[in-house]
């Protein structure tokens, strides 16, 4: 168990309002990353954190924001949210080593299913 | 560009058949990692196995195997005997690696759908 948490677990919102979901590791992982799952494309990566204010695109990150202001916490924001961001959202982590490396395994967290009516 | 595809969408089987499912990673990257993970009904995605792409091995767990296959780019994932709790989404995902970088970036293939019938 990576100790992975995402909060809300649903949320249904309405088009143009701001949304922000969290994930929280309870491990002190460097690595993390927030995902999107939808119908026939399999898990497509938005954004990725490799630390403390430290972020980076992944292949779909248009609409996306994240902020990492801790470590035990990423953030991914909608600023502005759209029905194509109906999706459920996984946050994963790559868990870190005794030596200061980390393994490349990623490990998710349990899923937030966002409704954007 | 790199490529995965997992062809089979959806197979359905009866208890103890054995069952294979297919994945191919297209890509001219010498070095990379291969993941199989499993999303049964409940949601979560449940990693299953690494193997990097130096090592053509067969592995074993219990009656899961896998088959890789670096000159066919075929990294197959098997179930013997399968049982009702294997029914469930499974994923193919490569880690393309940049010399000795890892760059994070799963590539998630669109998932097999098994079912296993009791």
């Known amino acids: 168990d990576a100790g992975i948490t995402q909060s809300p677990r649903h949320k249904v919102t309405e088009t143009g309002t701001p949304v922000t979901l969290r994930c929280h590791q309870t491990?002190?992982?460097?690595?993390m990353y927030w995902y999107r799952q939808d119908p026939g494309h399999g898990l497509r990566l938005i954004h990725y954190?490799?630390?403390?204010?430290?972020?980076d695109k992944g292949e779909v990150s248009d609409g996306y924001s994240v902020s990492r202001s801790k470590t035990e916490d990423f953030l991914l924001t909608l600023e502005s949210a759209t029905s194509s961001q109906t999706s459920v959202y996984f946050c994963a982590i790559s868990e870190s080593l005794t030596s200061g490396g980390y393994t490349d395994t990623q490990y998710f967290g349990p899923g937030t299913r966002l409704t954007v009516l | 560009a790199q490529k995965v595809t997992q062809a089979q969408t959806e197979i359905s089987v009866v208890e103890k058949e054995d069952v294979t499912l297919d994945c191919v990673y297209e890509t001219r990257d010498t070095t990379y990692y291969l993941f199989w993970y499993k999303q049964p009904p409940s949601g979560e995605l449940v990693f299953l196995i690494r193997r990097n792409s130096f090592d053509e091995q067969n592995e074993i767990s219990g009656r899961y195997s896998w088959n890789f296959q670096k000159s066919t780019s075929s990294f197959n994932f098997t179930i013997t005997a399968s049982q009702v709790v294997d029914s469930a989404v499974y994923f193919c995902?490569?880690?393309?690696?940049?010399?000795?970088?890892?760059?994070?970036?799963?590539?998630f293939g669109q998932g097999t759908t098994l079912q296993v019938k009791p």
């Open positions: 491990e002190n992982h460097r690595y």
């Open positions: 954190s490799y630390g403390v204010k430290d972020t």
């Open positions: 995902a490569p880690l393309p690696m940049h010399g000795s970088s890892n760059t994070g970036k799963l590539i």
